[in-house]
Nanobody, 115 residues
Framework: QVQLVESGGGLVQSGGSLRLSCATSGYVFNINFMGWYRQAPGKERELVAGISSGSTTNYADSVKGRFTISRDTAKRTVYLQMNSLKPEDTAVYFC?????????WGQGTQVTVSS
């Protein structure tokens, strides 16, 4: 099983930046995909950005050009750099790790963007 702990959320003004971190532990060598998801009040959880074990990345159209997912293998940490933040980016952001048998989730971190 994989354990995930997110950090880095907070309150920022529109146009500002934040960097989220997701620290992993446990059976991390079985991970084939890691993603950042978000869920705003009254909305479904959506994939924001993902990175495969082969370092292929993908992004939601709404964040392309503004968000960047990356990882530090030595630190077993995945990051989400968020620039040019907009009020519609406000949500709880979750980190997820997928293996061949299960998907593990972090507890989430709140990101609030004020206008």
């Amino acid at each position: 099983q994989v354990q995930l702990v997110e950090s880095g959320g907070g309150l920022v003004q529109s146009g500002g930046s934040l960097r989220l971190s997701c620290a992993t532990s446990g059976y991390v060598f079985n991970i084939n995909f890691m993603g950042w998801y978000r869920q705003a009040p009254g909305k479904e959880r959506e994939l924001v950005a993902g990175i495969s074990s082969g370092s292929t990345t993908n992004y939601a159209d709404s964040v392309k050009g503004r968000f960047t997912i990356s990882r530090d293998t030595a630190k077993r940490t995945v990051y989400l750099q968020m620039n040019s933040l907009k009020p519609e980016d406000t949500a709880v952001y979750f980190c997820a790790a997928r293996t061949s048998s299960e998907t593990s989730w972090g507890q989430g971190t709140q990101v609030t963007v004020s206008s």
